[in-house]
């Protein structure tokens, strides 16, 4: 039998292989050369952890490399975690897996055990066959990319070649345990390396069973459920080293050292990421997203200087403000009394008391926000495209290509293989396999809906009330604050108004429901999405995306989306308001006197920025809090007591769902740089400013606050790549109606087109025609301000009139306080501009779409060269094989002749 045939047993989803842990280990010298000084090698049971230094990564005989760590704390009591751990770790050596027991009272802590696993190459391989993991078996000769021009220039952004290309570039190809020869193996010992290690030690950990052969509970598996129920406190792999120190060990790579030293400190900002020493070290699926979030910062520099120039343009045409030169001049604004804001307490101002509201909405509303909208429809279909192309770059060099066939065939959640009691046959694997009844599925999917949809309609109830707060506590501020800029002229520097507090007030309260209520959904969302027994773990996140990614889009948005497209567009007129729920007190609120969307950068401005800050906090802050109190008696500790894996121990768990919270973060901060831009035109400056730390601090928690991740692999962002197509087609709509409808844009071009006095294209009397009047003998007595709540330079006996915003007939016409056809002409500019803008900007980004491809020429020409090479060298393999077995056939043959055909000897052989 051939030297390299299968290990005997079943490997597959229901059963792990059962080897004979002495037939894995037999205790050969194959492994790494150690410094006799920091590693001394005596019997292993006589050696002493002080003797062994802190950032040793291998079991006491200094050879065997810990693959993985499993930590519990002995509790007397627990007999029965006691039986499910002996039973486990007796299952893991069948399974091959060596472990080595550290002792609670070798411990910095006095209590907890540390349980060392060590993956044998025997293990390693059957695995790797198993997952089909690609390994190298021919040096790249593709020659590489050419010279970019002037490339000089980047290179104080460039990063050392060591550390940015960590490994030589090859050709890969799923590795087959009956072909080891094959393949490129130097050292059986680091021909895979720490991170694939630690991915087939989870695999294992994952399926292996806790119970006795003769126990009826066949669901008892996985290391999941014990961390769930308290038998293991941790499960985790070890990082290579100290962050701040290389290893003192030359066989460790220290990595983590040069990840930190490179990339994880904010002065390394302007620095490239080392995306290909983070994939070998964290695995593909992280290496993908901070490769996206590179990618996503650098296409916001040119979003945040288009935007920046577009502000500049509003700061730099105050001159050219006509209309607010109109509201604050005394003659035009002083002299124009407007209507009461609320009923009863609110009393009748001056226009002009609106000067510094006006000019600041110039900075956003202007002739830039049209151009900037337009703009931001065409970047996002950009960023995009580019991105496809990027990210089919690096699935090529990082031996993704065929990834997602195999993870939805080979990798199953451990929960669906249990749960799944069922077997049928699968098509292409002709393999039976566990699946979920449809009749099943679907009631589980329906009930996972209903709950959705409950907690969306219980943020939109939560919406309402703090709109019906809006209302209810305005005329109170308004009471309060009688001397604000609407009710007194001579205090027009005062900062606070009615409309600023109750916005401002009604904000925080908005945040904190926010917060609120994405604590308590999340937990909701992982209950339905675990209750669906998704079938693979790329399912999983896929689901457990749409419905956090729905629930946070209805969360954050809603507030804005109140702003710009429903507050002040319903209020009626004076006279016949129009209330909330028809109820008297709860009168609809008429927009800031500076517009509508000063309002909406000033609430796009506070969600966004405290999500951020809040986020911030979260992320960088807690973790580094938590490990500082975690480890406060390690402190105390020499060096040679507080081991590796003691080390990380006390840092944070980084749970499976820890990216998915990342891109979220990232995804709703999009949302608010796409949706909403046209009403501030720096959203996209803050969100590249933030980008730039968040990088460096993601970067700075990942490698010096938490345990070292699962190595996972993953082709693209998922789910994530769909909600970005989604909400950038959605946001050249909501753009296209804050320019219509929420923004004074198309008011102000049809004033000036077809209304200004004389024909001469100005906007002089722009303000006078805006604005419509009402009889004040007209007010009924709930609606007229009560004593005292007007002004004193008010005169009722002089003032008859009051003026509001709207194209209205004036009191005395045939048509009295109908609207007017200006009213209708503006009306019908505004379906225009919607109509004009959505498809030029979707023409454009189709257009764009289509000329540029997803895949480059040349990574779809060095995939067919890496495919045809594995099946050349395959081909020639197999061919010297079989000449070798002829020729010692035919030897064999000679010595004792026997008439047989070719057939049969190439039959034997093969």
């Not at 291998?58 to 007397?76: A, E, H, N, Q, T």
């Not at 349980?115 to 391989?125: Q, R």
């Amino acid at each position: 039998m051939s030297d390299r045939s299968r290990l005997t047993g079943k490997i597959g989803d229901e059963t792990l292989i059962e080897m004979s842990q002495n037939s894995l280990c037999d205790g050969d010298n194959n492994g790494f050369p150690h410094d006799t000084d920091d590693y001394p090698q005596p019997d292993p049971s006589e050696v002493d952890k002080h003797q062994q230094s802190k950032d040793s990564v291998f079991f006491r005989d200094g050879k065997r490399r810990i693959d993985f760590i499993l930590s519990y704390v002995d509790d007397r009591d627990g007999e029965r975690k006691q039986e499910r751990r002996k039973e486990y770790e007796a299952n893991l050596q069948k399974a091959g897996l060596e472990l080595e027991t550290e002792d609670q009272s070798e411990s910095d802590d006095g209590k907890t055990y540390y349980v060392k696993i060590h993956t044998p190459w025997d293990v390693l391989a059957t695995y790797a066959d198993v997952l089909k993991i690609k390994v190298p078996f021919k040096a790249n000769d593709i020659p590489a990319h050419k010279d970019i021009p002037m490339n000089w220039l980047f290179t104080p952004f460039r990063l050392p070649n060591h550390i940015m290309n960590p490994e030589p570039d090859y050709f890969t190809s799923p590795f087959n345990k009956e072909k080891i020869d094959f393949f490129l193996i130097d050292d059986k010992e680091t021909f895979f390396p720490p991170s694939v290690r630690n991915r087939i030690v989870y695999y294992i950990l994952a399926r292996c069973a806790y119970y006795k052969e003769d126990s009826d509970d066949k669901n008892k598996k996985g290391i999941k459920r014990l961390l769930n129920n308290g038998t293991y406190g941790a499960a985790f792999p070890l990082h290579d080293s100290r962050y701040w120190k290389a290893s003192r060990d030359p066989n460790s790579e220290s990595e983590r050292f040069s990840l930190y030293k490179h990339w994880a400190r904010f002065f390394s900002f302007f620095k490239e990421q080392p995306l290909n020493l983070i994939r070998k070290y964290y695995g593909e699926k992280i290496g993908i997203y901070f490769a996206w979030l590179g990618f996503y910062t650098e296409m916001l520099f040119f979003a945040a200087v288009v935007g920046l120039i577009c502000f500049l343009y509003g700061l730099f045409t105050f001159d050219d403000n006509v209309w607010s030169k109109e509201i604050c001049s005394e003659e035009i604004g002083g002299n124009i009394i407007m209507c009461p804001l609320c009923d009863k307490t609110c009393g009748y101002w001056k226009l002009n008391s609106t000067c510094n509201s006006s000019w600041q909405s110039h900075m956003f509303d202007n002739v830039g926000t049209v151009f900037f909208a337009i703009f931001m429809g065409i970047w996002v279909t950009l960023f995009l495209e580019f991105w496809k192309r990027r990210q089919a770059r690096l699935e090529y060099e990082w031996d993704l290509v065929d990834f997602e066939e195999e993870q939805q065939q080979l990798q199953l959640r451990p929960e669906y293989e249990i749960k799944c009691t069922s077997r049928r046959l699968n098509r292409v694997t002709q393999e039976m396999e566990p699946y979920f009844p449809a009749k099943s599925q679907c009631a589980r999917t329906f009930l996972s809906g209903a709950t959705v949809i409950f907690w969306i309609s219980l943020i939109i109830a939560c919406i309402i009330g703090v709109i019906a707060y809006r209302l209810a506590v305005y005329a109170a501020f308004a009471s309060i604050m009688k001397d604000s800029p609407t009710n007194n002229i001579h205090m027009v520097g005062s900062i606070i108004t009615p409309q600023l507090a109750t916005s401002v007030t009604a904000s925080c309260i908005n945040f904190v429901i926010i917060m609120i209520l994405n604590v308590m959904y999340e937990r909701v969302a992982i209950w339905i999405t675990d209750m669906e027994i998704p079938k693979t773990h790329l399912e999983y996140e896929n689901k457990l995306t749409v419905k956090m990614f729905l629930f946070q889009f209805v969360n954050y948005y809603s507030s804005c989306f109140y702003v710009a497209f429903f507050k002040g567009k319903f209020v009626g007129r004076p006279g016949d308001y129009i209330y909330m729920f028809g109820w008297s007190k709860l009168r609809n609120e008429e927009c800031d006197p500076g517009g509508c969307l000063i309002e909406l950068t000033t609430q796009l401005v506070i969600v966004m920025a405290g999500k951020q800050v809040w986020g911030n906090i979260q992320e960088a802050l807690v973790p580094w809090l938590l490990n500082w109190w975690g480890s406060r008696k390690a402190r105390s500790h020499p060096e040679s007591l507080y081991s590796r894996w003691e080390q990380d121990h006390d840092l944070q768990n980084f749970s499976h769902l820890g990216l998915f919270y990342e891109y979220l973060e990232m995804v709703i901060q999009f949302g608010f740089i796409t949706l909403f831009v046209a009403s501030f035109p720096l959203a996209p400056l803050l969100a590249l400013l933030n980008n730039i730390i968040e990088v460096r601090v993601d970067a700075w928690k990942f490698t010096t606050q938490f345990r070292r991740p699962v190595a996972a692999k993953a082709h693209s962002i998922g789910a994530w790549q769909e909600i970005l197509n989604g909400v950038a087609v959605f946001s050249v709509v909501t753009n296209a109606f804050i320019v219509a409808f929420t923004s004074d844009m198309i008011p102000r071009l049809v004033y000036m087109y077809a209304y200004s006095p004389d024909n001469d294209l100005s906007m002089k009397g722009y303000i006078n025609n805006s604005l419509s009047v009402f009889n004040i003998s007209g007010f009924s007595e709930d609606n007229r301000p009560d004593d005292g709540e007007s002004p004193e330079w008010f005169n009722s006996s002089v003032i008859t009139t009051c003026r509001y915003r709207d194209y209205r007939y004036p009191p005395g016409h045939e048509k009295q306080y109908t609207h007017t056809m200006q009213f209708w002409h503006i009306l019908a500019a505004k379906l225009a501009f919607i109509i004009i803008m959505e498809h030029v900007v979707f023409m454009v980004k189709f257009f764009v779409a289509w000329m540029i491809p997803d895949v480059p020429a040349e990574v779809k020409a060095r995939v067919k060269r890496e495919r045809y090479l594995i099946q050349e060298y395959l081909h020639n393999y197999e061919v010297e094989n079989l000449k070798i077995q002829l020729s010692h056939r035919n030897d064999d043959c000679s010595s004792n002749p026997v008439d047989i055909t070719r057939r049969e000897v190439l039959s034997e052989c093969l």
